[in-house]
């Protein structure tokens, strides 16, 4: 005779597990609590079932760009900013420009036109 594991079922017969003696006490006690697990079961089924159909059905795109373009580009970007960045460090050194604008550097900062 099969009996089944509820509140009202004999200690001898039937030995409930942890987790549903925890599940049973807290809708005993906060019917709210209840309906929430009772239904978030099935939310977490439905969300499941709709990013497995995603997953199964949805491709990402092919990146047409390879990633040795990628690197290419960045060492053509790094090599680039190197001119400017030891030309600033220069006119910083030596207090004048290169580009000859007719500016003249007064102190750190401040500049002066010979107009």
Same mark, same amino acid.
């Given at each position: 005779?099969?009996?089944?594991?509820?509140?009202?079922?004999?200690?001898?017969?039937?030995?409930?597990?942890?987790?549903?003696?925890?599940?049973?006490?807290?809708?005993?006690?906060?019917?709210?609590?209840?309906?929430?697990?009772?239904?978030?079961?099935?939310?977490?089924?439905?969300?499941?079932?709709?990013?497995?159909?995603? &997953? !199964?059905?949805? @491709?990402? #795109?092919? *990146?047409? /760009?390879?990633?040795?373009?990628?690197?290419?580009?960045?060492?053509? &970007? !790094?090599?680039? @900013?190197? #001119?400017? *960045?030891? /030309?600033?460090?220069?006119?910083?050194?030596?207090?004048?420009?290169?580009?000859?604008?007719?500016?003249?550097?007064?102190?750190?900062?401040?500049?002066?036109?010979?107009?």
């Amino acid at each position: 005779m099969i009996v089944s594991c509820n509140e009202q079922a004999p200690q001898d017969i039937c030995t409930p597990t942890v987790v549903s003696t925890f599940i049973n006490r807290i809708t005993l006690n906060f019917p709210f609590f209840g309906a929430f697990a009772f239904w978030a079961q099935f939310g977490f089924l439905g969300l499941f079932a709709v990013v497995a159909a995603t &997953g !199964l059905v949805w @491709t990402p #795109g092919l *990146r047409e /760009r390879s990633v040795e373009d990628e690197e290419n580009e960045e060492e053509e &970007g !790094l090599l680039g @900013t190197t #001119g400017r *960045r030891t /030309r600033a460090a220069w006119e910083d050194l030596t207090g004048r420009t290169a580009s000859g604008s007719g500016a003249r550097h007064n102190g750190y900062g401040a500049v002066e036109s010979e107009d």
